[in-house]
């Protein structure tokens, strides 16, 4: 039996199964259950339908994303409006989502090498994630970076679909809740946080760039969308994997969970000694594959909009994703939580998400795609994404400035 390469997807995997998506999904499996499983499956077609556009794109013109918005902007205007605020926002959301990535790795690696997951037990572990992202990205080689990557995902799937099978889920609610789509009351903001914790803007920047370093032909396109139909999947698969964990440890069961970490205690029962270690793996390989694929997809994006080189060696491109790495080192080494630079990241993603989205359709009709632009289908589908993410980014903002 063969199985399919993996590729440029993997990353995108990689990006949006962060110390986030696991604290999202763990919080939702144990106050709802199994209820909100059809979310993520959503969210999964979403994503392979955004990312297939993607990397059409970037296979076709050999352009990355953010490369193909500033040529697309004929207004000098319009281009520095545009260009500015997507580099506002990969600047400020990749930095937050950097600190969250090195401090969830933080806290799995606290637990492997100590007894306790308090921030004070941590100090000296967001400077080593770091400094392991530093190294495997300034070796600037692409085939180095995926393969690190693919590892990871490998060792983080283990992790998380061990732990899934281990804890024996009652397949009928499973699959009820993964089929039936319903919203308990209170869900709403559960809802949203599970479907934007894989639909990640920078992702799309990330995809486009990479496939066009990988693939060069528009006949490769096969093997950019069969990459995709593996790798988006694999990341549902876990998303679902730590719902449904969650479900069967808290769920109706009265225990107050803040983070992720605070499932391997109740885990205990059900899967023995093991079970810390095994949710201290995920985290530690979820933290480090995502802080990895931030600070590249904002060189990536920011490279192609200030019309830099992208070439992995380059001064400029190492600058870019090491200024990402310092502002994560810096926040997640601070002794506060970054709840407002959270709250800032936010509104950033609020903006962008949408904006990106209506870029992508924009750009997938236009002649230079030539017979691969999007047919109705694929332009009936974006647009009910558009809708889906304005009505996201809408409900998002409106949370953020009720809280500010």
């Not at 004929?74 to 990749?94: D, E, F, P, Q, T």
């Not at 061990?162 to 009652?170: A, N, Q």
């Not at 790798?231 to 069967?248: D, E, H, K, N, Y």
């Not at 795609?369 to 109705?376: F, I, M, S, T």
Request: hydrophobic share 55%; charged share 10%.
């Amino acid at each position: 039996m063969k199985f399919p390469q993996l590729g440029p997807a993997c990353l995108v995997t990689a990006a949006f199964i962060g110390p986030g998506t696991v604290i999202t999904a763990s919080l939702a499996g144990a106050d709802y259950g199994f209820s909100l499983l059809w979310a993520l499956l959503f969210s999964m077609v979403v994503t392979i339908s955004l990312q297939e556009m993607a990397a059409r794109l970037g296979i076709v013109t050999q352009k990355g994303l953010a490369e193909n918005i500033r040529e697309a902007c004929s207004s000098r205007v319009l281009k520095v409006a545009i260009g500015s605020l997507i580099m506002i926002a990969i600047v400020i959301g990749n930095g937050a989502y950097q600190s969250g990535n090195i401090l969830g790795a933080s806290l799995g690696l606290s637990h492997l090498f100590s007894d306790g997951y308090l921030y004070s037990q941590i100090s000296i572990w967001p400077l080593l994630i770091s400094l392991i992202a530093f190294i495997i990205l300034f070796k600037g080689n692409y085939q180095f970076i995926e393969r690190s990557l693919m590892c990871l995902v490998g060792l983080m799937s283990m992790a998380f679909l061990v732990t899934f099978i281990l804890t024996k889920p009652e397949l009928k609610l499973f699959f009820s809740g993964l089929l039936i789509p319903r919203i308990p009351a209170g869900a709403s903001l559960t809802i949203i946080a599970l479907i934007g914790t894989s639909v990640v803007p920078y992702s799309l920047f990330l995809h486009s760039s990479i496939v066009s370093k990988k693939w060069h032909k528009s006949d490769d396109l096969l093997l950019a969308r069969k990459d995709i139909f593996v790798s988006i999947p694999l990341g549902g698969l876990i998303s679902i994997a730590i719902v449904s964990t969650a479900a069967m440890a808290f769920f109706g069961k009265g225990i107050a969970i803040i983070n992720a970490a605070d499932l391997a205690p109740s885990l205990t029962p059900i899967m023995g000694e093991y079970s810390s270690v095994f949710i201290a793996i995920g985290l530690v390989t979820a933290g480090l594959s995502s802080a990895l694929t931030a600070p590249l997809a904002a060189a990536f994006a920011l490279s192609e909009i200030l019309n830099l080189s992208r070439d992995l060696h380059s001064i400029s491109f190492k600058v870019i994703w090491g200024g990402i790495i310092l502002i994560g080192a810096l926040i997640s080494s601070a002794d506060y939580e970054p709840i407002r630079v959270i709250f800032l990241a936010q509104i950033a993603n609020g903006i962008l998400l949408p904006l990106v989205t209506l870029f992508l359709l924009w750009i997938m009709n236009t002649e230079k795609l030539g017979a691969y632009k999007n047919g109705w289908f694929g332009n009936i589908s974006a647009v009910i994404i558009f809708c889906v993410t304005l009505v996201l980014s809408a409900r998002s903002l409106f949370i953020v400035f009720d809280k500010m």
